[in-house]
């Protein structure tokens, strides 16, 4: 028996020096093989992008990384405004149907190569047939063409005002690649040797579940105005970046307070109050604004054609204490019922008196209107993300409350953008939306998103919309398009939600406000 016990004890502690031998190597390789260089930044990542391939990704954890290899045509400044980046100037002919782009000398692609019109050509197309936002530039178009080594003309069928906006967008969007890399690829995800951009930081290394490893691109030709936001001269003081997948919240947390990491995105809201007042660490606010919002199906079911009820059912809503409960401290969280944040200038009042109104009696008034007599309401949601699942718990008790017949019915994220494809299962369905930096690339503005808004009203607003190239002109429509949405309800907006970051003090060039995706170029750690 006591050989046993022995035998035990010595396997125990043999299992228990292989882990501390494995934790200690996992530690100098973070702090010292990682910090290799003095120049280096580790950023602690909520996990590891599938890929950097702009064109075909959607995922804000690969834009983040990418942003700093690839550039566009255009880029936003620190109020969302769309500015030139790898274009010098442009010229608007026939009432805005035809746009001419001249692009910037002297840039180069990180291989060595100059970058011209035909890489800007090559690039947008194959955007334009394979990308996830690509088609909307590409449906409007009548053609687009190289008419010069440094210039492009782009023709439209009639004047599209949102062109500028989705050539600034680089999630999902037209990075620009050299053209002998993207002529001819589809909308397979390019190989990683093929991450060829012109940023101010090129692709070195990805040691799958490790690091992606990023080094300052010295041939880097910046432009010359001030930096504001994503905007104006990108300077690359750090040697490397390396990005680093930490799944665990507490771990990245942890990572950032013993010094393993620089930077940690994508903190607990709970942690929010005693991280900001920690010394130890500095708190960055994302200020994307994410959009929480309910569909209502306009395809089939109890609420087609139904606009009565579904405004009966948003004048029942209390929207604050959802928030509240799913998201914590109110820094992180506001509750506004403009479909655009108040960062940008799409900002809009325009029907939102019929937010938020929390009117039992009125609801139940515009119920009987609406002909509703307790018939089911199925109300879908996820539990693959917190957020929905909690907020949907409050909002369904409150329309219960409210003399509603609600079905809440809970799955994992794939199972309910099945269902949600088919409008015989559901009536409402839960999801957030990421900030978009124009009103049309919302997913409710497509006829074909779930939900399928598609009225005649909403088709007139959308077309004076997209035709309108005066901002304040195309602003004054949006607000009536914001106004109908509250008219006829298609979604139901609950607020925007804020993400917020950790960084080390040592990091120099950071601000407590961040703008959608952090960015390390400016940077420096000391």
Request: with cysteine.
């Given at each position: 028996?006591?050989?046993?016990?022995?035998?035990?004890?010595?396997?125990?502690?043999?299992?228990?020096?292989?882990?501390?031998?494995?934790?200690?190597?996992?530690?100098?390789?973070?702090?010292?093989?990682?910090?290799?260089?003095?120049?280096?930044?580790?950023?602690?990542?909520?996990?590891?992008?599938?890929?950097?391939?702009?064109?075909?990704?959607?995922?804000?954890?690969?834009?983040?990384?990418?942003?700093?290899?690839?550039?566009?045509?255009?880029?936003?400044?620190?109020?969302?405004?769309?500015?030139?980046?790898?274009?010098?100037?442009?010229?608007?002919?026939?009432?805005?149907?035809?746009?001419?782009?001249?692009?910037?000398?002297?840039?180069?692609?990180?291989?060595?190569?100059?970058?011209?019109?035909?890489?800007?050509?090559?690039?947008?197309?194959?955007?334009?047939?394979?990308?996830?936002?690509?088609?909307?530039?590409?449906?409007?178009?009548?053609?687009?063409?190289?008419?010069?080594?440094?210039?492009?003309?782009?023709?439209?069928?009639?004047?599209?005002?949102?062109?500028?906006?989705?050539?600034?967008?680089?999630?999902?969007?037209?990075?620009?690649?050299?053209?002998?890399?993207?002529?001819?690829?589809?909308?397979?995800?390019?190989?990683?040797?093929?991450?060829?951009?012109?940023?101010?930081?090129?692709?070195?290394?990805?040691?799958?579940?490790?690091?992606?490893?990023?080094?300052?691109?010295?041939?880097?030709?910046?432009?010359?105005?001030?930096?504001?936001?994503?905007?104006?001269?990108?300077?690359?003081?750090?040697?490397?970046?390396?990005?680093?997948?930490?799944?665990?919240?507490?771990?990245?947390?942890?990572?950032?307070?013993?010094?393993?990491?620089?930077?940690?995105?994508?903190?607990?809201?709970?942690?929010?109050?005693?991280?900001?007042?920690?010394?130890?660490?500095?708190?960055?606010?994302?200020?994307?604004?994410?959009?929480?919002?309910?569909?209502?199906?306009?395809?089939?079911?109890?609420?087609?054609?139904?606009?009565?009820?579904?405004?009966?059912?948003?004048?029942?809503?209390?929207?604050?204490?959802?928030?509240?409960?799913?998201?914590?401290?109110?820094?992180?969280?506001k509750a506004t019922g403009s479909m655009m944040p108040d960062t940008t200038e799409w900002y809009s009042t325009a029907g939102t008196d019929k937010y938020s109104r929390h009117d039992a009696a009125l609801a139940k008034k515009l119920a009987k209107e609406a002909g509703y007599k307790g018939e089911k309401i199925v109300f879908m949601a996820s539990t693959s993300y917190k957020i929905h699942y909690d907020i949907t718990l409050v909002l369904v008790k409150q329309l219960q409350d409210a003399g509603f017949n609600v079905d809440?019915?809970?799955?994992?994220?794939?199972?309910?953008?099945?269902?949600?494809?088919?409008?015989?299962?559901?009536?409402?369905?839960?999801?957030?939306?990421?900030?978009?930096?124009?009103?049309?690339?919302?997913?409710?503005?497509?006829?074909?998103?779930?939900?399928?808004?598609?009225?005649?009203?909403?088709?007139?607003?959308?077309?004076?919309?997209?035709?309108?190239?005066?901002?304040?002109?195309?602003?004054?429509?949006?607000?009536?398009?914001?106004?109908?949405?509250?008219?006829?309800?298609?979604?139901?907006?609950?607020?925007?939600?804020?993400?917020?970051?950790?960084?080390?003090?040592?990091?120099?060039?950071?601000?407590?406000?961040?703008?959608?995706?952090?960015?390390?170029?400016?940077?420096?750690?000391?």
């Amino acid at each position: 028996m006591m050989c046993a016990m022995k035998l035990r004890a010595m396997k125990l502690s043999a299992i228990k020096a292989v882990f501390l031998l494995s934790v200690s190597f996992l530690a100098v390789w973070v702090s010292a093989g990682a910090a290799g260089a003095a120049g280096t930044i580790r950023v602690a990542v909520i996990d590891e992008p599938p890929t950097l391939d702009q064109h075909v990704a959607t995922s804000d954890l690969a834009t983040t990384i990418a942003q700093h290899i690839f550039e566009g045509l255009y880029t936003f400044d620190a109020k969302y405004n769309p500015v030139p980046m790898l274009v010098k100037d442009e010229e608007i002919r026939d009432a805005g149907k035809v746009v001419v782009l001249r692009l910037r000398e002297g840039v180069k692609f990180h291989d060595g190569s100059d970058f011209g019109a035909e890489d800007a050509l090559a690039s947008l197309k194959r955007w334009g047939q394979h990308g996830s936002r690509g088609p909307i530039l590409f449906n409007n178009l009548e053609k687009i063409e190289a008419t010069g080594k440094l210039e492009l003309t782009l023709t439209f069928k009639a004047p599209f005002a949102p062109w500028k906006n989705l050539l600034a967008f680089i999630n999902g969007g037209p990075v620009i690649y050299p053209k002998e890399i993207i002529e001819g690829a589809d909308k397979t995800p390019l190989d990683p040797s093929k991450y060829i951009g012109t940023g101010p930081y090129k692709f070195a290394e990805r040691n799958i579940g490790r690091y992606i490893k990023l080094v300052r691109y010295d041939a880097y030709t910046a432009r010359t105005e001030p930096a504001d936001g994503y905007a104006g001269k990108r300077e690359a003081i750090l040697d490397e970046i390396l990005f680093i997948p930490v799944p665990d919240a507490g771990t990245r947390l942890n990572g950032v307070k013993a010094g393993d990491y620089d930077y940690a995105e994508q903190m607990l809201g709970d942690l929010f109050e005693s991280l900001r007042d920690d010394d130890s660490v500095k708190v960055s606010i994302n200020q994307g604004a994410n959009q929480c919002l309910a569909f209502f199906n306009s395809r089939a079911g109890i609420f087609k054609g139904n606009y009565k009820l579904r405004q009966a059912l948003e004048a029942a809503l209390d929207m604050e204490p959802a928030l509240r409960a799913a998201i914590g401290p109110q820094a992180l969280w506001k509750a506004t019922g403009s479909m655009m944040p108040d960062t940008t200038e799409w900002y809009s009042t325009a029907g939102t008196d019929k937010y938020s109104r929390h009117d039992a009696a009125l609801a139940k008034k515009l119920a009987k209107e609406a002909g509703y007599k307790g018939e089911k309401i199925v109300f879908m949601a996820s539990t693959s993300y917190k957020i929905h699942y909690d907020i949907t718990l409050v909002l369904v008790k409150q329309l219960q409350d409210a003399g509603f017949n609600v079905d809440h019915q809970i799955f994992d994220w794939a199972t309910l953008v099945s269902k949600r494809a088919d409008p015989a299962q559901w009536d409402i369905f839960f999801t957030h939306h990421g900030f978009v930096p124009d009103p049309v690339l919302y997913s409710f503005m497509s006829d074909s998103y779930p939900g399928w808004w598609a009225t005649d009203a909403k088709a007139a607003l959308s077309k004076a919309f997209v035709e309108t190239m005066d901002f304040p002109a195309r602003k004054k429509v949006w607000d009536k398009l914001q106004e109908l949405i509250y008219e006829e309800v298609p979604v139901m907006k609950v607020g925007d939600y804020f993400s917020y970051d950790i960084y080390s003090p040592k990091v120099k060039g950071l601000s407590e406000s961040s703008l959608i995706w952090p960015k390390f170029w400016g940077v420096a750690v000391q």
